[in-house]
């Protein structure tokens, strides 16, 4: 979603800012925008388009400040374009606000506002919290406590945005100026995402940590309901209560390079051949050979409840909700525990029937997705046990389940999902080995999953090095507009992932199927112009699969198989083939979808796309 980025400091804000909305701008990019306070007064300037445009706009102008504030956005409220874009300022310039979230009753505020006679210039809630600040900030002192400011007669500034926020209803993260305090910024969050990275002599306040890890490794994590008064050598946090809250400077755990492209022409390039490594460091230290036994830290202090635990909810979203799909196919098969798979966004809203046996199991990259954060929240209210498979260190979802375990794949730039959602695989296979080993598994099966698994990064290495044949086969499908991805058992939610990949970097039209469901419909589709692509290893239901692709051929539609290295029967039945190597059935997911990540980033490129940042995406989405 929107990305949010403010400086106080010593040095100057515009550099610091503008660097830091480009590091932002996978989370939206369709405008941006900057307030700083120069000479005592808020100025502004916005574009609509990528960062880049602003930049060009703020062209030779100076901007000298050591405080400011910025945004990059992803529209929800009013369409893109300079007068929506953030900062949004109030009537007379005096204050200035970014915010990510949504202001549910903003039209209910905007009336009452406007009745008062506030004049607004944009179609977005978020404009709003400006006015309300000003509207505090103008109150006649005597109705008001001590939270005075001499010269406006209203509350002070942080006075005033106590109230403000008292009235509001949804979700923000904000970060606020007054051209009245030209050396505060106010910072508050209420269900979207913000740290406060601590400098020497200087705060740098982000909506993620890839704003911060190039000037500090020290941060604070601001929690729901909390507000934070920053200048550049102190900062004091305070809750809705007006109480002073002691807070933990905690250590980030990214490093520079990490957020950056080492070369490659993509982040989703790079994170795509990050695999073999990002999934070594998954399994780091948590195998034990032994006795077949994985060692999950993170879930030490739940193991006793876990040996209860007689049901599964997996809540996510997206990729992340497929990685889930994995999972339950694993767990039932070789840990014997009954699995549910819930998009998070529908299992807020039904009455999920849960109880203390049951563990609710949040999947999610940044751990900041907002269906999967209430979802987690639904799930606790109502007594079971969370946990968290989460990449991001330190985000809500980590900090708000139970217990969890990380996935160690480092920070995930690029808007398509890669090496997240295998590191959520390979976790997922350690899970299924420490409930399983709990229950009934064999040692014999427990050694044997955790070996297999060891060798799955050099197994993806030897994928990655086909490369070349992928591009070939991408270039020659790359003008088809439509596909059906297929794969049955383990595969099937890789025909799923398959299929968003590639719909979302080259606006493809694919759909992920079940291959056994193909005749159930889809077939009606399929003719010369419309492929499929077979997610096809010799496994359980390799038989099963190759009748699939029969029929297709009987209706003359193309197919594009993932088969295994070996297999000569394959290419009698598929137009084209890309081989990965044997594993366990298992663990042929964690294979499989890498060709089909190569695929999608191929179509998309030959297409002329900006492939890591898509059209209407956003990496992490904050809001409903
Ligand atoms: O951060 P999360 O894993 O919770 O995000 C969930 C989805 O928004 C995410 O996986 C999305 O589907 C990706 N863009 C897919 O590549």
Known sequence: MCGIVGYVGKKEAAPILLDGLRRLEYRGYDSAGISIIENGKIVTVKATGKVVELQNKIGEKKMASKIGIAHTRWATHGKPCDKNSHPHTDCKGNISIVHNGIIENYLELKDQLQKKGHKFTSETDSEVVAHLIEEFSQKPASTRGDDRSSTRGGLDFRGAVLESLKLIKGTYGLAILDRNCPEQMIVARLGSPLLLGVGKDEFIVASDASAIVQYTDKVVYLEDGEMAVVSADNFEVFNVKNKLIKKEISKLDWDIEQAQKNGYAHFMLKETFEQPESIANAMRGRISKTDGMARLGGLRDVEEKLKDINRIIIVSCGTSYNAGLIGEYMLEEYAGIPVEVEYASEFRYRK?????????????QSGETADTLAAIREAKNKGALTLGIINTVGSTIARETDAGIYNHAG???????????????????????????????SLVTGKRILSELEKIPKHINEILSGDK?????????????????????????????????????????????????????????????????FVAPRDSVYEKNISGMQEIKARSGKIIAIATKGDKEISKHASDVIYIPKTLEMLTPLLAVIPLQLLAYYVGISKGYDVDKPRNLAKSVTVE
Do not use: C, W
């Not at 203390?356 to 949040?362: E, F, W």
């Not at 920070?411 to 409930?435: D, N, R, Y």
């Open 469 to 533: 044949e992928i591009k070939k086969i991408a270039k020659k499908y790359a003008n088809f507009s439509d596909f059906l991805y297929m794969g049955r058992k383990y595969n099937f939610p890789i025909a799923l992932e398959g299929a968003l990949k590639i719909k979302e970097i080259s606006y493809v039209h694919a759909e992920g199927y079940a291959s056994g469901e193909m005749k159930h419909g889809p077939i009606a589709l399929i003719d010369e112009n419309f492929p499929s692509l």
């Open 352 to 364: 999920p029937l849960l109880d203390k046996r049951t563990a609710v199991i949040a999947i999610s």
């Open 411 to 441: 920070p995930e730039i690029g808007v398509a999902s890669t090496k997240a959602f295998t590191s959520q695989l390979t976790i997922l296979t350690l899970l299924t080995v420490f409930l399983g080993r709990q229950r009934d598994m």
